[in-house]
């Protein structure tokens, strides 16, 4: 696994400003997700009203790696309310809804029945074949999109990033 696998990232309007900083275990990848149309549809958030409003106008935010460190868990929570609170103490206006060190599912439980009705989706759409041709579609098309992700980003980071989510 890369050794920069464990970051805190932050989200910057095109100006440069920072407006949101996060944790990852996975890379670049959490980061990248902020920005895709399927998680900013269900985004409610202050940070997702932003960067629907940016990309209205045609523009992204843009990732910067803050930090890398060698080991998550309680490091990397307690990197990120470091850095938010360093940016909120500098007057910087964070779209951040908390001070950092949880996930965005933390406090959170599905209840059983939401549970059970999200397992009789995706049991219903992977019975019929067009569901299961999606499928195998999406998974064609996801190492031809991490490559073109990867151009997106840095060269060093670009190589560590694929080695990660390739899991080398």
Known sequence: MSRDRYIIYAL???SGAVRYIG?????????????????????TSRKGDWIRSLMARGE??????????????????????????????????LTNMQAGGVGASAGMRHRSETKRRQS?????????PEGRQHLEQMRAGAKAARAARARLISPGLAMAWLEAVNGA
């Open 12 to 14: 910057k309007d095109p």
């Open 23 to 43: 944790k990852s275990s996975a890379g670049l990848k959490v980061a990248q997700r902020h920005i895709t149309a399927r998680v900013l549809s269900k985004d």
């Open 60 to 93: 992204r935010p843009e990732i910067e790696v803050m930090e890398v460190l060698h080991e998550g868990g309680e490091a990397l929570s307690a990197a990120e309310k470091r850095w938010i609170a360093e940016a909120r103490t500098s007057g910087l206006d």
């Open 120 to 128: 009789d989706a995706a049991k219903r759409r992977l019975s019929s």
